[in-house]
């Protein structure tokens, strides 16, 4: 028989065995865990992709190609803008070296690029409604048509101001002054250069003829008027089209999507156009257009 003194030592002895074994199995597990948390790994964010967008350098194009940069950087793409002529925006779509714009003026402006270009580009839709080119004066000129032109030739020292060489104006305008027998030399500068010499010579209250299109802030900033054209050198009513490389719409159907959707009106237009001129970066014009904006920002984006 067991007494009690020797049963109550033997439970004492189990115990104590008991709580080695314990902690002889927490030494080979490791120390406890400490309270310091553990570092949670930083996720790293993909781009939605890669897009390149080409323009030519009109204040209207720089105005669209902006927002639209931005709307795509809100949608998560890497933008990529590129600046070139006319005639090489539409050669650089044509061989897929980039892959959209949203500067293309139909249907007159543009046509002899599409002519030549078009059988190898995407025409995606139009972005812009109401666009128009031609000769455009000061509202206090005294003469309402092209035809005029001859009477005043000396009041504008001969001389027609125009932008870059090669833009599509400048060859409707060389149309027009032979057409019209004009006695003009239209001088190339820029889209700024033409811009400044208009500024300069409103503010003195001088003659000037420029070749002019609409949207631009100077119809907002400026009393301008387009010189009637009663034989239609310059066509009538304009619209700017979205442009693709061929394949892009499959190989990135959801940056296609975007371009698809993207659309405004002249006001829209002409509000980031003046904002530059006032002194905005494209960059931040365009930003706080899109902030502005953001149900149309959305819908284009589809998210």
């Given at each position: 028989m067991i007494s009690a003194q020797q049963t109550g030592t033997l439970c004492i002895l189990i115990l104590v065995v008991a709580g080695v074994f314990i902690a002889g199995c927490t030494d080979e597990t490791g120390p406890a865990p400490t309270t310091e948390p553990t570092a949670t790994p930083t996720a790293t964010v993909m781009p939605a992709g890669e897009v390149s967008i080409g323009y030519v350098l009109w204040d209207s194009e720089i105005a669209s190609t902006n927002v639209l940069k931005t709307v795509y950087e809100q949608a998560g793409y890497d933008v990529e803008l590129k600046a070139v002529d006319a005639g090489p925006l539409y050669q650089a779509l044509a061989d897929g070296q980039v892959d959209m714009s949203v500067s293309s003026w139909m249907p007159t402006t543009h046509d002899a690029y599409w002519d030549t270009y078009g059988d190898d580009i995407d025409m995606v839709g139009t972005n812009l409604e109401g666009a128009k080119i031609g000769l455009v004066v000061?509202?206090?000129?005294?003469?309402?048509?092209?035809?005029?032109?001859?009477?005043?030739?000396?009041?504008?020292?001969?001389?027609?101001?125009?932008?870059?060489?090669?833009?599509?104006?400048?060859?409707?305008?060389?149309?027009?002054?032979?057409?019209?027998?004009?006695?003009?030399?239209?001088?190339?500068?820029?889209?700024?250069?033409?811009?400044?010499?208009?500024?300069?010579?409103?503010?003195?209250?001088?003659?000037?003829?420029?070749t002019g299109w609409t949207p631009h802030w100077k119809f907002v900033r400026f009393d301008l008027k387009y010189l009637d054209d009663p034989k239609g050198v310059y066509g009538g009513e304009e619209y700017i089209a979205s442009l693709a490389r061929q394949g892009f719409s499959e190989d990135n159907p959801e940056a296609y999507a975007i371009l698809e959707r993207f659309g405004w009106e002249s006001s829209d237009m002409e509000e980031v156009m003046l904002a530059i001129e006032d002194g905005a970066t494209p960059e931040d014009a365009a930003q706080a257009w899109v902030d502005a904006n953001q149900d149309r920002v959305i819908y284009w984006i589809n998210r």
């Amino acid at each position: 028989m067991i007494s009690a003194q020797q049963t109550g030592t033997l439970c004492i002895l189990i115990l104590v065995v008991a709580g080695v074994f314990i902690a002889g199995c927490t030494d080979e597990t490791g120390p406890a865990p400490t309270t310091e948390p553990t570092a949670t790994p930083t996720a790293t964010v993909m781009p939605a992709g890669e897009v390149s967008i080409g323009y030519v350098l009109w204040d209207s194009e720089i105005a669209s190609t902006n927002v639209l940069k931005t709307v795509y950087e809100q949608a998560g793409y890497d933008v990529e803008l590129k600046a070139v002529d006319a005639g090489p925006l539409y050669q650089a779509l044509a061989d897929g070296q980039v892959d959209m714009s949203v500067s293309s003026w139909m249907p007159t402006t543009h046509d002899a690029y599409w002519d030549t270009y078009g059988d190898d580009i995407d025409m995606v839709g139009t972005n812009l409604e109401g666009a128009k080119i031609g000769l455009v004066v000061p509202r206090y000129v005294k003469i309402d048509s092209i035809e005029e032109l001859n009477n005043v030739t000396d009041q504008f020292d001969g001389k027609i101001i125009g932008i870059e060489p090669g833009a599509g104006i400048m060859a409707a305008t060389e149309r027009a002054i032979e057409e019209y027998g004009l006695d003009y030399t239209l001088v190339p500068s820029s889209s700024a250069a033409m811009a400044a010499q208009l500024t300069d010579a409103y503010e003195n209250y001088e003659w000037i003829v420029v070749t002019g299109w609409t949207p631009h802030w100077k119809f907002v900033r400026f009393d301008l008027k387009y010189l009637d054209d009663p034989k239609g050198v310059y066509g009538g009513e304009e619209y700017i089209a979205s442009l693709a490389r061929q394949g892009f719409s499959e190989d990135n159907p959801e940056a296609y999507a975007i371009l698809e959707r993207f659309g405004w009106e002249s006001s829209d237009m002409e509000e980031v156009m003046l904002a530059i001129e006032d002194g905005a970066t494209p960059e931040d014009a365009a930003q706080a257009w899109v902030d502005a904006n953001q149900d149309r920002v959305i819908y284009w984006i589809n998210r």
